[in-house]
């Protein structure tokens, strides 16, 4: 009996809501010899104590023990002739008071089922409700055991289904118990094992012989039941979270990506009106975002507790939104308002970027009409730590795309929208060709920008930028544009074609993420020297004083 004291046995706890597979999964266990099971030990304490009516309550409450010091005690932990007792326990039956040793003692798991796949099969038997689901305390079992040092294992019904050897010996290796072959098959029809509520809720699972579905299909789901989904489904989503990953199970095709900044990984955004963490941001299906791009946006940065250059920022956006016939705007104040809480919840306040996203809303139903949009703009703050993006040292490498930068004939590179489609066609090129970015020309083969920033260029002392007709008139690029005259530079906004910034002395980008990057080489031909240039560095100096000196300051922010 290995170190074991005669009769002592192991209990392993399984912690689920009524119709999650939980007594298929008893009956998996009762095929191993070392195993003994208990079929809800707490059901006559819990009948008793909340006077819960079951057409069996009598028969349950005369047949068991009620009391929950003895049933702790001397019927989950009481002595057995098997190395192991699997107790199945439905949450809503840990209430309040039980003896503390329940969660203490043993080896306690959680088979968790979607709410879409319980509720139809628990109206065959009771009408169903928050309280009789007991998803909450699935929940605050989950956090209590967490709290005890012993997080729970969490198992999904789902997994059991698709993959019933993989899940088990998940499961069993897991509870540190050697995985049994038997588990997998069992035989049809009542067992003795059954609590005396069998008839009433057994009818299906004493059809089965093991865990594999034999329907392929859901059924529709009732939609009397919509509200209670609602409800139950944030709780399910919660723990399945915690589901332990096997390798049968490792369903998806790719690992998980590494953030760039794993800070990032827990940070707050704002949607619409609440700030929620990274994971549950989410923006509606019926959002104008998701059916059409249709939505404006400005990336804001973050320097020693200010917002540099905010007013410009929110002047673009709602001119953008302006532009766009966007109704419901919310207002100059309510979008400060939305950033500064954002970011003092997150403690950003410095060295982060917002990605600011204003959409059209919510749509009354699918379709590209505006006149659907009945539920007012819906405002996104998404605050990251990030460092610039480019290599600002040493300087970057461009090429051309073959993509033209859209033309005010077409969609008007004034309004900051987020149809970037164009952009991205032209990022593709430059991601293929491993340049940093890549230039965009106009319809005429004029430069306009790069698929991110605005460009300049200086020859022979003077600095040169396209105008701003088919290029993002980028808030940088006019923060530039001015500093070139304080230094007293030449500066002249005009037409330029790409053999002017194949043969330039200096090349450099402009972005608010990115602030200014220099560019030292241009589809293979090198800028100047192929070093970053005198006045690239004077321009980039004055650009971090003025970052450091100017910008609006985050309320209730302390050095
Ligand atoms: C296409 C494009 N050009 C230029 C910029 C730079 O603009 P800003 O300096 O306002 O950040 C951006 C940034 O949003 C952009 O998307």
Redesign the pocket.
């Given at each position: 009996m290995g170190g074991q004291k005669q009769g002592e046995v192991e209990v392993i706890h399984s912690w689920s809501a009524p119709r999650s597979l939980s007594t298929s999964l008893m009956y998996s266990f009762a095929q191993r010899d070392d195993t003994e099971v208990l079929d809800e030990p707490l059901y006559a304490t819990f009948l008793k104590v909340t006077g819960v009516e079951r057409p069996y309550r009598e028969e349950v409450l005369s047949k068991m023990e009620s009391d929950a010091n003895k049933v702790v005690k001397e019927v989950i932990f009481g002595p057995g002739e098997k190395k192991y007792r699997f107790c199945k326990h439905m949450a809503k039956q840990h209430l309040p008071g039980l003896p503390n040793d329940l969660m203490k003692k043993g080896k306690h798991f959680i088979l968790i089922r979607n709410p879409l796949d319980i509720l139809p099969s628990f109206e065959k038997v009771v009408p169903p409700s928050f309280l009789e689901l007991g998803l909450a305390e699935l929940v605050s079992i989950y956090s209590d055991l967490s709290q005890l040092g012993k997080p729970p294992v969490v198992i999904d019904a789902a997994d059991l289904q698709q993959d019933p050897e993989g899940t088990l010996r998940g499961l069993c290796e897991d509870l540190e118990i050697p995985f049994d072959d038997a588990m997998l098959r069992w035989e049809a029809g009542p067992k003795p094992i059954d609590g005396v509520w069998a008839p009433w809720w057994y009818k299906s699972v004493h059809q089965s012989t093991g865990f594999n579905q034999t329907r392929k299909y859901p059924q529709p789901f009732p939609f009397s039941l919509y509200d209670l989904l609602e409800k139950s489904l944030p709780l399910y989503n919660m723990l399945r979270r915690h589901v332990r990953k096997t390798t049968a199970l490792l369903k998806s095709p790719l690992p998980p990506p590494d953030i760039p900044v794993p800070a990032n990984e827990k940070l707050l955004a704002w949607v619409g009106d609440e700030i929620l963490p990274r994971e549950s941001a989410k923006v509606s299906v019926f959002d104008s975002v998701v059916q059409g791009g249709d939505s404006v946006w400005e990336?804001l940065r973050v320097y020693n507790g200010k917002i540099f250059k905010l007013e410009e920022h929110l002047d673009r956006l709602f001119d953008s939104a302006k532009a766009l016939a966007f109704k419901n705007v919310p207002t100059r104040e309510e979008v400060k308002e939305a950033i500064f809480r954002t970011l003092i919840r997150n403690g950003m306040f410095d060295n982060a970027h917002i990605r600011l996203s204003l959409t059209r809303g919510k749509k009354v139903t699918s379709g590209m009409s505006p006149a659907f949009n009945l539920y007012g703009c819906t405002l996104i703050v998404l605050p990251e730590w990030k460092p610039p993006v480019y290599d600002n040292t040493h300087g970057i490498n461009l090429v051309t795309a073959t993509t033209r930068r859209n033309s005010p004939n077409n969609l008007d590179s004034k309004i900051?929208h987020n149809n970037l489609l164009n952009?991205i066609l032209a990022k593709i090129e430059g991601n293929n060709a491993d340049a940093g970015d890549a230039i965009m020309l106009d319809k005429d083969g004029y430069v306009s920008?790069t698929?991110?920033?605005?460009i300049f260029l200086v020859k022979k002392g003077r600095v040169l930028t396209p105008h701003a007709d088919y290029?993002?008139p980028?808030?940088?690029?006019a923060t530039v544009m001015d500093l070139v005259v304080k230094e007293d530079l030449v500066l002249e906004e005009r037409r330029i074609s790409l053999s002017e910034f194949h043969t330039a002395d200096e090349v450099w980008t402009?972005?608010?993420?990115g602030e200014l990057t220099p560019v030292v080489k241009i589809d293979g031909r090198e800028i100047g020297d192929g070093k970053v240039g005198p006045v690239t560095q004077r321009l980039q100096n004055a650009y971090k004083k003025l970052t450091e000196e100017s910008g609006v300051p985050i309320p209730s922010y302390q050095h």
């Open positions: 990336g900051h952009n920008e698929n991110a920033t605005n290029c993002l980028g808030i940088t690029r402009t972005g608010t993420m």
